[in-house]
Antibody, heavy 121, light 109 residues
Framework: QVQLQESGPGLVKPSETLSLTCAVSGYSISSGYYWGWIRQPPGKGLEWIGSIYHSGSTYYNPSLKSRVTISVDTSKNQFSLKLSSVTAADTAVYYC??????????????WGQGTLVTVSS | SSELTQDPAVSVALGQTVRITCQGDSLRSYYASWYQQKPGQAPVLVIYGKNNRPSGIPDRFSGSSSGNTASLTITGAQAEDEADYYCNSRDSSGNPHWVFGGGTKLTVL
C-alpha cells in the first residue's frame, strides 16, 4: 500500500517561498502514477494545487500557476512543492496524494496526513 | 468559485438513504470521484469511476452519474458517516486541470 508523508516548515513569512516535500513509501515513483498537492484553508474546502507525472510532466491550477513549482526526485522517491510570494491567504493544511488515472477517471487514491503551514511574520 | 457545485449541507435519519449531488459541465464527459473527510483527518476516497469502491469502503456507498450531475448515495446511513463529502473531477477547460466541489456537510440524525 502506498504511504505518503509531508514535511516542511510550519511557519513561513509573507513574501517568502513555501517549500514542502512528500516522501513516498510502498511504491516506486518511477514506476508510474500521478502525484499531486491539495490544500485546505482552515474551515474551508479543498483546492487542487497541481500534479506531476513520474516523467516530470506538470499540471498546475491556473489560479496558482505563476507561483507554483512541483518537482519529482525519483532517487529519493519523493516529490516537492514550492509556492512563492506567499501571503496569509496561503495559510492552509497542505496534502500530498497519489492518483491512478484512466481515460475517464483520475482519483486521488492515497493521501498524506497533511501538514499545516501558517503564513505570518 | 468552484466549477463543481454541491449543496452545503444535507441531513439524513439514521438508517435511511441519502443522496449527495455534484453538478458541473465536465461531468458530462468525466467521472467524479468522491471523498469523505472527518474533522482533523485527511480526506478518504470512497467512490471513483463509474461506481467503484476502494478496498475497505462499505458497500452502502455507491455512485452514479447522469448528464452534468454526479451523485453519491449512502444506503442505510450510519452515525460514522457524518462527515464532509467532496466531489472532484476535471474542470471544463479541456486541460488536465482539476477542481473540487465546495463540499457537503452530512449530518446523521
Amino acid at each position: 500500500q502506498v504511504q505518503l508523508q509531508e514535511s516542511g516548515p510550519g511557519l513561513v513569512k509573507p513574501s517568502e517561498t513555501l517549500s514542502l516535500t512528500c516522501a513516498v513509501s510502498g511504491y516506486s515513483i518511477s514506476s508510474g502514477y500521478y502525484w499531486g498537492w491539495i490544500r485546505q484553508p482552515p474551515g474551508k474546502g479543498l483546492e487542487w494545487i497541481g500534479s506531476i507525472y513520474h516523467s516530470g510532466s506538470t499540471y498546475y491550477n491556473p489560479s496558482l500557476k505563476s507561483r507554483v513549482t512541483i518537482s519529482v526526485d525519483t532517487s529519493k522517491n519523493q516529490f516537492s512543492l514550492k509556492l512563492s510570494s506567499v501571503t496569509a491567504a496561503d495559510t492552509a493544511v497542505y496534502y500530498c496524494a497519489s492518483r491512478t488515472c484512466s481515460s475517464t477517471s483520475c482519483p486521488f487514491d492515497y493521501w498524506g496526513q497533511g501538514t499545516l503551514v501558517t503564513v505570518s511574520s | 468559485s468552484s466549477e463543481l457545485t454541491q449543496d452545503p449541507a444535507v441531513s439524513v435519519a439514521l438508517g435511511q438513504t441519502v443522496r449527495i449531488t455534484c453538478q458541473g459541465d465536465s461531468l458530462r464527459s468525466y467521472y467524479a470521484s468522491w471523498y469523505q473527510q472527518k474533522p482533523g483527518q485527511a480526506p478518504v476516497l470512497v467512490i471513483y469511476g463509474k461506481n467503484n469502491r476502494p478496498s475497505g469502503i462499505p458497500d452502502r456507498f455507491s455512485g452514479s452519474s447522469s448528464g452534468n450531475t454526479a451523485s453519491l448515495t449512502i444506503t442505510g446511513a450510519q452515525a460514522e458517516d457524518e462527515a464532509d463529502y467532496y466531489c472532484n473531477s476535471r474542470d471544463s477547460s479541456g486541460n488536465p486541470h482539476w477542481v473540487f466541489g465546495g463540499g457537503t456537510k452530512l449530518t446523521v440524525l
